[in-house]
C-alpha cells in the first residue's frame, strides 16, 4: 500500500519500560475460580472474617493468619493457603508471618497437651507439616531469608517431639527440607546464570553512506521458515517466563502498599526476572527493525516485511501472543513504518489481519477474544503444542497493576479487601500455568543464538538507515536526518 498510516509505537503498543518504571517505582526495580471452606474449631479470630455466599471476602490480618493455621479437625484448603500466601507480603514479610504461624501452632499444642486432647497431637503435627510443605513448594524463596530458614527450623523442632515412635513426622520433615534446598540452589544457580548472560550489542549502526554490505548474514541467511522462527521464539519465551515466579509478579502489588506508602517490602532482587523478560521483548521489536532497516535493497526489504509478517502469524497460531505483538511493534516503529515505497511492494493483507487482531481499541478487545479462545484449547488440549498460551506480558502486567489501583487493600472497617486478592491470584495462578508448559517444539541453537546475540541498531541509528534508504519526504523529516547527520560528523 502505497500511503500506510505510520503509526508510532506509543499508538500500537504499550511500553513497557514505562510500564514498568511506574508500577516498580523507584525503591524498586485450582484453576477455577478460588473457593474455601468454613475454619473448624480451634484458634479464634473466626468473628473477625467475613464471609459472602460462603466465600471469604475480608477479615483482620490477624484473623486471616489464623484461618491458614490448621487445627486437629481443619485444614485450610488449597486455594486460600496459595491466596494467602501470596498476598500476605504486602501487609507482613514472609519471616514475620512464619513466626506469627509458628506461635499458633504453640498455642495449638499447649491446648492439646492437656487433657484428652493429646492423643490428637500427631495428627496435629502432620498437618502442620502439610502446611509448611505446600508453602515451600509454592514459594521456596520466601526461606532464602535467613529469619525465615530459622522459623521454619523452629516449628519443625517442636513438632517432631511428638513423633517419638515410628518417625514419621519427622521423615517428611527431612524430605520437605531437602527439597527446598534443592529449589533453592537450583533458583540461585539460575540467577547466577541470568546475571552472566547480557543482552544483544547495541549497535550503533551506519556511519552516513557506510551501510553493511549486502552479503552479511541476516536473519533471512539462518533461517528462511516463518513457522520454524515462529517455534523457536516459542522456544525462548517459554524458557525465560519459566524463571518468572507467583512472588516476583506480587512484587507489582507489594512494591507499596497503598495505605501507608510505605516502601518495598519485598527483596528488590525479585523484579529482576520481570525486567529480563520486558528487556526481551524489547530487544525482539528492535532486532525485527534492524533487520528490516539495515537491508540496502528495496526488493530486499519488501521480502524481509513479509517474512516477519508471516513470522507473527505464526506465532498468532501457535499462541505465542507476546513475540507476535513484539514484532508487529518492531514493524510500527516510526523508521520502518515510514519506508513507503518499501510498504508500497508488501503484500499487508495478512498484516492488516494482525494488526486487527492487537488493535488497542476497547482495551485490546480483540486481543483478549484471541486470548480466551487459546485459553480454552490449552485447557481442552490433546496435545502439548495445543497447550502453548503466552500472553502479551506488559497487558499482563498492566492488568494486575491497575487492579490494584482500582481496588483498595483495606476496606473502610480496617479488613484486608481479601476479595480483591482472590481475583489477583486467581489471575496469577492461570498465568503461572501457562508458564509450566513444556516447549513440543526441538530447539535450533543456531537460530537461538542469532536471535539472542546478533547486534540491534540503536534509534539514532535504525533512523540513519531508514533516511539512507528512502530519503525524508518532508519538512519534519528533513529537519531530523539535518539534525542526525550534523550529530555523526560532530562525533566523528
Avoid at 505510520?6 to 504499550?14: F, V
Avoid at 553493511?212 to 533461517?223: E, F, N, R, S, W
Avoid at 495445543?386 to 494486575?400: A, M, Q, R, S, T
Wanted: proline share 5%; net charge neutral; glycine share 6%.
Amino acid at each position: 500500500m502505497s500511503d500506510r498510516p505510520i503509526l508510532s509505537s506509543q499508538e500500537t503498543m504499550p511500553q513497557t519500560s514505562v510500564v514498568f518504571s511506574s508500577i516498580l517505582g523507584p525503591s524498586c526495580s485450582g484453576q477455577g475460580q478460588p473457593g474455601m471452606g468454613e475454619r473448624g474449631g480451634g484458634a479464634g479470630g473466626s468473628g473477625d472474617l467475613i464471609f459472602q455466599d460462603g466465600r471469604l471476602i475480608s477479615g483482620s490480618l490477624e484473623a486471616l493468619m489464623e484461618h491458614l493455621v490448621p487445627t486437629v479437625d481443619y485444614y485450610p484448603d488449597r486455594t486460600y493457603i496459595f491466596t494467602f500466601l501470596l498476598s500476605s507480603r504486602v501487609f507482613i514479610p514472609p519471616h514475620d508471618l512464619l513466626a506469627r504461624v509458628g506461635q499458633l501452632c504453640v498455642e495449638q499444642r499447649q491446648q492439646l497437651e492437656v487433657g484428652p486432647g493429646r492423643a490428637k497431637l500427631k495428627s496435629f503435627s502432620a498437618k502442620i507439616v502439610q502446611l509448611l510443605k505446600e508453602w515451600t513448594e509454592a514459594f521456596p524463596f520466601d526461606f532464602q531469608d535467613e529469619k525465615a530458614m530459622a522459623e521454619l527450623k523452629a516449628i519443625t523442632h517442636r513438632v517432631t517431639q511428638c513423633d517419638e515412635e515410628n518417625g514419621t513426622v519427622k521423615k517428611a520433615i527431612s524430605q520437605m527440607t531437602q527439597s527446598l534446598l534443592l529449589s533453592l540452589a537450583a533458583r540461585s544457580q539460575l540467577q547466577e546464570l541470568r546475571e552472566k548472560l547480557r543482552s544483544p550489542a547495541m549497535d550503533k549502526g551506519p556511519v552516513l553512506k557506510a551501510k553493511p554490505p549486502a552479503a552479511q548474514k541476516d536473519i533471512l541467511g539462518v533461517c528462511c521458515d516463518p513457522l520454524v522462527l515462529a517455534q523457536q521464539l516459542t522456544h525462548i519465551e517459554l524458557e525465560r517466563v519459566s524463571s518468572i515466579h507467583p512472588e516476583d509478579l506480587m512484587q507489582i502489588v507489594s512494591h507499596m502498599d497503598s495505605r501507608d506508602k510505605h516502601r518495598c517490602r519485598g527483596d528488590m532482587t525479585k523484579t529482576y526476572s520481570l525486567e529480563a523478560y520486558d528487556n526481551w521483548f524489547n530487544c525482539l521489536s528492535m532486532l525485527v527493525a534492524t533487520e528490516v532497516c539495515r537491508v540496502v535493497k528495496k526488493k530486499h526489504r519488501t521480502r524481509m516485511l513479509e517474512f516477519f509478517i508471516d513470522v507473527a502469524r505464526e506465532c498468532f497460531n501457535i499462541g505465542n501472543f507476546n513475540s507476535m505483538m513484539a514484532i508487529i511493534s518492531g514493524m510500527n516503529l516510526s523508521p520502518v513504518a515510514r519506508l513507503k515505497k518499501t510498504w508500497s511492494k508488501v503484500k499487508t493483507a495478512k498484516f492488516d489481519v494482525l494488526e486487527h487482531h492487537m488493535d488497542p481499541s476497547s482495551n485490546f478487545c480483540n486481543y483478549r477474544t484471541a486470548l480466551q479462545g487459546a485459553t480454552q484449547r490449552s485447557q481442552t488440549a490433546n496435545s502439548s503444542r495445543e497447550k502453548i498460551v503466552i500472553p502479551v506480558f506488559n497487558l499482563f502486567v498492566k492488568d494486575i497493576y491497575f487492579l490494584h489501583k482500582i481496588h483498595t487493600n483495606h476496606l473502610p472497617n480496617g479488613h484486608i479487601n481479601f476479595k480483591k486478592f482472590w481475583e489477583i491470584s486467581r489471575q496469577i495462578h492461570e498465568f503461572m500455568t501457562w508458564t509450566q508448559v513444556e516447549c513440543p517444539f526441538e530447539k535450533d541453537k543456531k537460530i537461538q543464538s542469532y536471535l539472542l546475540t546478533a547486534p540491534i541498531y540503536s534509534e539514532e541509528a535504525l533512523f540513519i538507515a531508514s533516511f539512507e534508504s528512502e530519503g525524508p519526504e518532508n519538512h519534519m523529516e528533513k529537519d531530523s536526518w539535518k539534525t542526525l547527520r550534523t550529530t555523526l560528523l560532530n562525533r566523528a
